[in-house]
Nanobody, 128 residues
Framework: QPLLVESGGGLVQGGDTLRLSCGDH????????LGWFRQAPGKEREFVAA????????YYADSAKGRFAISRDNAKNTLYLQMNNLKSEDTAVYFC?????????????????????WGQGTQVTVSS
């Protein structure tokens, strides 16, 4: 099973950019559908974006559309989340997740239960 490790979080100002990365020590990431979620203090974990195994399909939460971009490099065994024009409401711990499932259904991609494996998260703090 993959051992997911996120990196790239930090403290930034509103309007700044960050790129999060997620790698897998077992080097099996390319075999999974992948997603990004986030969890703000006192709130439930929420879906941000998902990407298919070959990167040919992506899906975004409304809050991420137009500002965030999910991508993957299977040769490097790495998942990315490019975050532009960051806002204070983007402050959260960001998690990458991996799914064994094959059906691409947008309603299911948003569910935490769709993903079997999770990283420990990386903190993103956006100051206004």
């Amino acid at each position: 099973q993959p051992l997911l490790v996120e990196s790239g979080g930090g403290l930034v100002q509103g309007g700044d950019t960050l790129r999060l990365s997620c790698g897998d020590h077992e080097r099996t990431l390319r075999t999974y559908r992948l997603g990004w979620f986030r969890q703000a203090p006192g709130k439930e974990r929420e879906f941000v974006a998902a990407i298919s195994r070959y990167g040919d399909m992506t899906y975004y939460a409304d809050s991420a559309k137009g500002r965030f971009a999910i991508s993957r490099d299977n040769a490097k065994n790495t998942l990315y989340l490019q975050m532009n024009n960051l806002k204070s409401e983007d402050t959260a711990v960001y998690f990458c997740a991996a799914s064994n499932k094959f059906a691409w259904q947008e309603s299911l991609l948003e569910l935490t239960s769709h993903y079997e494996y999770w990283g420990q998260g990386t903190q993103v703090t956006v100051s206004s």
